[in-house]
């Protein structure tokens, strides 16, 4: 394994850009793969593992992907393989996407049944819901999803759960709504910019959605689905991460290939904190003229502020003067950093959904774990602004979702090195 070996304080200053967003490109992949009829070609994807442990599911099921200059050529699949096997499917949860197209395209489906991570159980009920509503009939048994039709039949479904939307469930019924006889109607579907990016991709594909970036899609379903060429969306997530970074340690950097709407939430809370966001056509300048002022921040499906956004916060606001209040409404389990981040000196307690971050004057550096990738993201943020030196190990979950982020950093006046780790 490997582990990064920061040393702290120094300002981050100069230009960094913005990768293609992974949540956008993991599901388009799986559409490409699985539902086109001829090869498509995505533009701007970014060069994370979890791409790379996608494309081996693809590949798995018969696709063929290549990689060439941050473009990925996909051919679709081209015989009945249907089974997505458990030794892939533990590595990444969203490999969960192929059961719909899959069901959509060949009429069966056998996926290994998706584990909990660390930030919660992680439940697929809403995805199968979908699916039932379709036709298909799905069985849970031996760690297995198994999921068959003879075709599937548009349906009207409402599929908000008790936590709001699922983005993961919108994306898997809206991809085997395409396909279906007759007209879905997708009322609590989820709307981030990933799934308004999917879909637009699904239309280029000659799908036929409305309603993109509302909470009720109209998919008619067609008979079939081509190729097509896409350029995916930038990753809103990476992008907040790099405005938290160049906040907390004074710097003043310009995140590039990032629009605020894709961020208005996270733009708005931060203005909020006291952090200068000076946008302009191609991104957003950072700045910290004063010292930053405690806020209230719950997390919420888009438009609210991301989850995906919440564990950076934190590391951000335990720099604040005063005490603020970070309320976790969509997953269960998401403060698996706090003790971490107590290690490098913060002052944060938990009342259940709750966590009070009580500003500190300063942080100083410890040897942490990553635990998650955004739990690993905000160690890497808190250390660069920590005192001395912060070691942080197990980053295979960073690499996950963050490309090369030590080069990125490093280009602009941060200090970290990659070093294997011995355990
Ligand atoms: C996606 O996960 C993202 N992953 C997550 O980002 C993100 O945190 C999450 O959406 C919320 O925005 C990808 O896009 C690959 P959900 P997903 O279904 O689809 C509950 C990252 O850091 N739920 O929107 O799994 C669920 O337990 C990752 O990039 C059900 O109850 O999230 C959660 O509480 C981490 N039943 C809430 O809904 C279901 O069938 C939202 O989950 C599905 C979900």
């Given at each position: 394994m490997q582990k990064f070996v920061i040393n702290g304080g120094t300002r981050l200053e100069g230009k960094i850009q913005v990768s293609g967003s992974k949540n956008a490109v993991l599901p388009i992949a799986v559409a490409a793969a699985i539902l086109g009829d001829s090869v498509s070609v995505l533009h701007n994807v970014p060069n994370l593992t979890d791409v790379q442990t996608l494309s081996a599911v693809l590949e798995g099921l018969g696709a063929s992907i290549t990689r060439k200059n941050g473009s990925l050529y996909i051919e679709p699949i081209n015989r009945m393989e249907y089974e997505a096997p458990y030794d892939l499917v533990r590595k990444m949860r969203a490999s969960i996407y192929v059961l719909g197209p899959l069901v959509a395209k060949?009429?069966?489906?056998?996926?290994?049944?998706?584990?909990?991570?660390?930030?919660?159980?992680?439940?697929?009920?809403?995805?199968?819901?979908?699916?039932?509503?379709?036709?298909?009939?799905?069985?849970?048994?031996?760690?297995?999803?198994?999921?068959?039709?003879?075709?599937?039949?548009?349906?009207?479904?409402?599929?908000?759960?008790?936590?709001?939307?699922?983005?993961?469930?919108?994306?898997?019924?809206?991809?085997?709504?395409?396909?279906?006889?007759?007209?879905?109607?997708?009322?609590?579907?989820?709307?981030?910019?990933?799934?308004?990016?999917?879909?637009?991709?699904?239309?280029?594909?000659?799908?036929?959605?409305?309603?993109?970036?509302?909470?009720?899609?109209?998919?008619?379903?067609?008979?079939?689905?081509?190729?097509?060429?896409?350029?995916?969306?930038?990753?809103?997530i990476e992008?907040?991460?790099?405005?938290?970074?160049?906040?907390?340690?004074?710097?003043?950097?310009?995140?590039?290939?990032?629009?605020?709407?894709?961020?208005?939430?996270?733009?708005?809370?931060?203005?909020?904190?006291?952090?200068?966001?000076?946008?302009?056509?191609?991104?957003?300048?950072?700045?910290?003229?004063?010292?930053?002022?405690?806020?209230?921040?719950?997390?919420?499906?888009?438009?609210?502020?991301?989850?995906?956004?919440q564990a950076q916060m934190m590391g951000l606001l335990s720099l604040a003067s005063g005490t603020s209040t970070i309320t976790e409404n969509v997953h269960t389990?998401?403060?698996?950093?706090?003790?971490?981040?107590?290690?490098?000196?913060?002052?944060?307690?938990?009342?259940?959904?709750?966590?009070?971050?009580?500003?500190?004057?300063?942080?100083?550096?410890?040897?942490v774990m990553a635990s998650d990738l955004r739990a690993g993201a905000v160690l890497v943020v808190a250390g660069m602004a920590a005192a001395g030196e912060t070691v942080v190990s197990r980053i295979y979950h960073i690499d996950r979702g963050y490309e090369a982020i030590e080069k990125k950093l490093n280009s602009i006046g941060a200090d970290i090195q990659r070093v294997n780790d011995s355990e």
């Open positions: 060949l009429g069966r489906a056998k996926v290994s049944f998706p584990g909990g991570c660390a930030i919660g159980p992680r439940p697929v009920d809403l995805h199968i819901k979908g699916l039932e509503h379709l036709g298909a009939q799905v069985e849970v048994k031996r760690g297995y999803i198994f999921a068959q039709t003879e075709r599937l039949v548009g349906a009207k479904m409402n599929l908000i759960g008790q936590h709001g939307p699922s983005v993961g469930a919108t994306a898997n019924v809206m991809m085997a709504a395409t396909l279906a006889e007759g007209t879905t109607v997708i009322k609590g579907a989820a709307c981030e910019p990933h799934i308004n990016d999917l879909a637009q991709f699904l239309n280029a594909m000659g799908a036929d959605i409305e309603g993109i970036g509302t909470s009720t899609l109209t998919i008619r379903g067609v008979k079939q689905l081509r190729g097509t060429e896409h350029s995916v969306i930038s990753d809103d992008a907040g991460t790099f405005i938290v970074a160049a906040a907390i340690t004074n710097g003043d950097v310009s995140v590039e290939g990032i629009a605020k709407q894709q961020i208005s939430a996270v733009s708005e809370r931060l203005t909020q904190a006291g952090v200068q966001l000076d946008w302009h056509d191609t991104g957003v300048r950072v700045t910290t003229p004063q010292q930053l002022k405690s806020i209230e921040v719950t997390t919420a499906p888009f438009p609210g502020f991301p989850t995906d956004m389990d998401r403060f698996i950093h706090v003790a971490e981040l107590n290690r490098i000196g913060a002052d944060i307690r938990l009342e259940g959904r709750k966590a009070k971050v009580h500003g500190v004057s300063s942080l100083s550096g410890a040897p």
